[in-house]
């Protein structure tokens, strides 16, 4: 098959021109700049004329909650969701049921992506308090890193002990990501917050509770820790301004030390509570506009490496309470894309350093291969998005398993048109195609 996506805007290596790109079965086979006539003859033309073709998405950072939490979401609805963002790969997180804290649980994971997932697929591996000693059976080559809980966990993946981490960070043979809040500082705010507000506090309490300082403080542990052993460390979901003082900015090459954003914490505040309530309750907690805007900052000086999103859906039954009882987490892959387009229209950022944050630097980063690039000979995960092209977000729209988003009723002004994965042609103007299986990426 020979498809031609033809009078496109094109976005890709920190530039925008216009052209054409020739998909030969699951690869880029060429791509064409200016006016420069597209060679050869083609099974099917896609017309991209006032739209932007850029690379497929790469989220880093999702929780797709399958095996064993599939009441709130699953491979096949979130990877779903994934497609119509425009996101062509993710890789998930190891807090399901089991965890993925064995090599028997990832492979069982393995095989449910290749029957189900909709897109490209891989899976961190859990750290533990005492399982470093099977990172040296890990197959390099098919997972982007180990995931290490230095706060907000569940199950035993809370990983506390200082000789633990000592040897997570000492012999860790792919990068660390980690989530970064002191546990000890977080269960004192809970108990002051508790004798204050009673036994649930408020929402509006969030960010007190999961405080800046007890962000602030686990993560520097954690960058001491990596300098330490030479570790390469990917800090998951970072809230605070004062924390982006820890990091390098990524100019020519990549830092030893990088930092994820999401886009919760870019989008919304702690005013927003007082509207949204727990559906935007999520750990680490949405914090103040001072910090929202220090990260929106860091999006373009290099301080913030990667943008994700944490995607972590729940019934909407679970959400409900406060500090204590409502569910920690929103779905938010779905939106990601176009929320992200939002800013590049607010200028906080262009629509280059999107892909750059998006696309290029998660397959840099991870050392994905053949993806994240619009280039010859890399597999064409492509999406085409459509600038003023209003449309509003409502509950029949939602594709995550959960139906419901903190992003309902919001009207954005780009639209995801088409997604291709490995040449296929997954969303087509609204039209899925619910055949499509994406494929276990590949590293290094």
């Not at 004062?242 to 919304?268: G, K, N, Y």
């Not at 007082?274 to 929202?292: F, M, Y």
């Not at 050392?367 to 509950?395: E, H, M, N, S």
């Not at 398993?401 to 997954?426: A, D, E, L, Q, Y």
Request: glycine content about 8%; proline content about 5%.
């Amino acid at each position: 098959m020979r498809l031609l996506i033809n009078n496109a805007i094109i976005v890709n290596e920190g530039k925008t021109f216009k052209g054409a790109i020739a998909i030969e079965d699951d690869c880029i086979k060429d791509i064409f700049k200016g006016d420069e006539t597209p060679r050869g003859q083609f099974d099917r033309t896609v017309d991209a004329a006032g739209c932007f073709v850029l690379p497929g998405v790469i989220d880093d950072h999702v929780h797709f909650r399958e095996p064993g939490l599939t009441a709130k979401a699953d491979i096949e609805s979130e990877s779903r969701a994934a497609a119509y963002g425009g996101v062509t790969s993710f890789f998930d997180m190891p807090n399901t049921v089991p965890q993925t804290t064995t090599p028997d649980a990832l492979d069982a994971k393995f095989t449910l992506a290749a029957e189900k997932s909709h897109v490209n697929y891989s899976f961190f591996f859990g750290a533990t308090n005492t399982n470093a000693g099977l990172f040296n059976s890990l197959d390099t080559h098919r997972i982007p890193g180990i995931k290490l809980f230095m706060g907000s966990s569940t199950g035993d993946m809370l990983v506390d002990r200082g000789d633990a981490l000592e040897r997570i960070f000492s012999t860790a043979p792919v990068p660390i990501m980690a989530h970064c809040e002191d546990t000890g500082m977080i269960n004192g705010n809970m108990l002051n917050a508790k004798a204050l507000y009673g036994d649930d506090p408020s929402v509006v309490h969030h960010p007190e509770i999961r405080s800046a300082e007890a962000c602030y403080r686990s993560t520097k542990h954690a960058v001491n820790l990596a300098r330490k052993h030479g570790a390469r460390l990917h800090v998951a979901h970072v809230t605070t301004a004062r924390e982006l003082e820890l990091f390098e900015p990524w100019t020519d090459s990549m830092p030893q030390i990088t930092a994820e954003s999401v886009i919760a914490h870019l989008f919304f505040t702690d005013k927003d509570y007082t509207n949204l309530k727990t559906l935007i309750k999520c750990n680490p907690a949405v914090k103040s506009e001072n910090d929202r805007d220090a990260l929106r900052r860091a999006l373009t000086d290099g301080r913030i490496s990667v943008v994700g999103t944490d995607h972590a859906p729940h019934l909407l039954k679970d959400k409900q309470g406060g500090c204590c009882r409502a569910a920690s987490g929103m779905p938010m892959i779905q939106f990601s894309l176009v929320a992200m387009l939002e800013l590049v229209d607010k200028g906080v950022l262009g629509i280059e350093r999107v892909v750059e944050l998006m696309c290029h630097r998660p397959a840099m980063l991870f050392d994905v291969r053949r993806r994240g690039f619009l280039r010859t000979g890399y597999k064409a995960d492509i999406t085409i998005v459509k600038p003023q092209c209003p449309w509003t977000v409502t509950t029949e729209c939602i594709q995550s398993k959960c139906g419901w988003s903190p992003m309902t009723g919001h009207t954005f002004n780009w639209k995801v048109i088409h997604t291709f994965c490995n040449g296929r042609h997954i969303l087509n103007d609204g039209r899925f195609d619910a055949s499509c299986r994406g494929e276990e990426i590949a590293f290094r």
